[in-house]
């Protein structure tokens, strides 16, 4: 829809444009006619004084009847026909005057017109480039490879900004979290090497690495940590999550296969 509307109004600009020159060329053709008129009212002036003063003269021949009465009409019709010409010319000249008034005023009409549509144009435009970007927000591209775990919609549901539709489980990127016992921790370093046996692969033991240990325990950082401030004193033994990978190098099948949350066994190799 806002393509079809920015069509439009581009539409309408170039009829506004086109009123524009259209006005433009009336206004020249009749700024013409009053510089012709004007030139040809000078010379009608002319042949009227001319005229008048041959009546005039004839006048006073036809007094003295050195004239014919025939040439004395003929005097007084070439005044009339002076006049009358003149009267013309400055008739013609007027209305040459109001067709530029009026077609100045359907130019400027125009220019209005022209400037509301261009004014429209930018406004489509970026209601195009709104809807560009909303429509690049719906193709939904994930950060990594991986499959699709638990979906948390339903077909014709609708979604807001920032909700969390789906978790995504990576395809190749696997590691075991180990949680050991805050006093296990005394000996086990990050680059040592450990013995994995997988329950869902009893006749297998995969290698790994310590990568990370957690900056938290595990407690620390569940929905309700534990609050010893009411003096409850009883020490409990704290479990840190630590990160091993698998060496991929080592039974890839395996690690393929295997899935979040699979139960481990884990051996590390303190020496």
């Known amino acids: 829809m806002p393509i079809a509307l920015l069509a439009s109004a581009k539409s309408n600009v170039d009829v506004a444009g086109a009123g524009i020159a259209v ?10 006619n009053i510089n012709t008129a004007d030139a040809q009212i000078e010379s009608a002036k002319v042949d009227l004084w001319r005229a008048q003063k041959d009546f005039e003269r004839y006048q006073n021949l036809i007094a003295d009847h050195s004239i014919t009465q025939q040439q004395y009409e003929q ?35 125009s220019s209005s017109q022209a400037s509301v549509a261009a004014a429209t144009i930018r406004q489509r435009e970026a209601e195009v480039d709104a809807a560009r970007l909303d429509l690049s ?34 395809t190749h990127d696997k590691w075991v979290v180990a949680n050991f016992k805050e006093t296990q921790l005394t000996k086990m370093q990050v680059g040592q090497t450990v013995s994995i046996k997988v329950d869902a692969f009893p006749d297998s033991t995969l290698e790994g690495t310590i990568t990370s240990f957690s900056p938290a325990t595990g407690a620390a950082q569940s929905l309700l940590p534990p609050d010893n401030a009411s003096g409850n004193f009883v020490k409990v033994v704290q479990r840190v999550p630590v990160r091993i990978d698998f060496q991929e190098h080592d039974h890839l099948a395996f690690i393929e296969k295997m899935r979040t949350g699979m139960n481990v066994l884990v051996d590390v190799h303190l020496n």
């Open 75 to 109: 005097a007084l019709a070439a005044k009339k026909v002076a006049e009358q010409r003149l009267a013309v010319l400055e008739s013609q000249k007027q209305a040459a005057i109001r067709q530029v008034n009026t077609v100045s005023r359907q130019k400027s009409v």
């Open 137 to 170: 927000y719906t193709v939904i591209t994930a950060a990594i490879d991986g499959q699709v775990g638990k979906v948390n919609l339903q077909a014709g549901q609708f979604l807001n900004a920032g909700q969390a539709l789906f978790s995504i489980v990576p």
């Open 23 to 32: 006005a433009q060329a009336n206004i020249d053709a009749s700024e013409t």
